[in-house]
């Protein structure tokens, strides 16, 4: 089964910053939809981010509009997510995946990576 690859996290301030990354060594992943997604200790996984595969459409979760950005670098096969002002409620495992729809509330794929930590915390 394919999956793909997240790296980036870590432990950071509150207001701070991240840059998270997802890659594929099997597949082009300029030629799909990508997805963010996290999950929380005790929650349920939420999507956050998504990204369209030619037209680089983006949408967000309200809960990070305006502070997480989704974009691509197709030389390099990989999708960013940059997160800005983190707050401790952001702290969760995040992971990206090849998703069909770009509807945020219902986001779903097969091929969720192993996931990357991310801490927010002073």
């Known amino acids: 089964q394919l999956r793909l690859v997240e790296s980036g996290g870590g432990l950071v301030q509150p207001g701070g910053s991240l840059r998270l990354s997802c890659t594929s060594s099997e597949f082009p992943v300029n030629n799909f939809n990508i997805g963010w997604s996290r999950q929380a200790p005790g929650k349920e996984r939420e999507g956050i981010a998504a990204?369209?595969?030619?037209?680089?459409?983006?949408n967000y979760a309200e809960s990070v509009r305006g502070r997480f950005t989704i974009s691509r670098d197709n030389a390099k096969n990989t999708v960013y997510l940059q997160m800005n002002s983190l707050k401790s409620e952001d702290t969760a495992v995040y992971y990206c995946g090849k998703i069909q729809s770009m509807f945020i509330s219902t986001m779903s794929s097969d091929s969720w990576g192993r996931g990357t930590q991310v801490t927010v915390s002073s």
């Open positions: 990204i369209t595969g030619r037209t680089e459409i983006t």
